[in-house]
């Protein structure tokens, strides 16, 4: 029995008339988060990255050619603060996957770019990674992960809107 099963069925016990189905939906969001970031974290290990490295590194690619986007665009992107992003981007540029050089629409500003070796280990991984997560995901037929994200955009939409 899963801990989220025990949990609720102990709960039934002791207190039988108290509705534990909102309990029970989010004990099953936060168990399926928890196991998900075990999951995409070794991942993101096996191609030395942490999570935070490679949602910059995503970031930078889904945003096009030429790759590159101010430490503002990036961190408003990836909701964190400055401080973060600086250390993920001083990493990243240590391991020659971004630059970071004059923005020429703004001479006090800095780019962030890929170097072409972070858009080949992007082009490498991206696929993988979307692999990985159809593992993740593969006790539930095409129609039922429609449905789960379906239901968890409008519980987001929700979420966000209060």
Do not use: C
Request: net charge neutral; aromatic share 4%.
């Amino acid at each position: 029995m899963n801990r989220v099963k025990l949990a609720v069925s102990q709960w039934r016990r002791e207190l039988p008339d108290l509705d534990l189905l909102p309990m029970e939906v989010v004990g099953y969001l936060k168990t399926s988060q928890l196991i998900t970031k075990e999951r995409l974290d070794a991942f993101f290990k096996q191609h030395g990255l942490q999570a935070g490295e490679f949602d910059v590194l995503a970031t930078l690619r889904r945003a096009g050619a030429p790759y590159a986007l101010t430490p503002t665009q990036l961190y408003e992107a990836l909701m964190l603060s400055s401080g973060g992003m600086t250390n993920r981007l001083d990493r990243l540029e240590r391991a020659g996957l971004i630059q970071r050089s004059p923005n020429p629409e703004d001479r006090r500003g800095v780019l962030v770019s890929l170097t072409e070796r972070g858009r080949d280990l992007m082009e490498r991984i991206i696929p993988l990674h979307v692999e990985n997560e159809a593992r993740l995901l593969a006790p539930l037929n095409r129609d039922e992960q429609e449905t789960l994200r379906r239901l968890l955009g409008k519980l987001l939409d929700g979420l966000e809107g209060e």
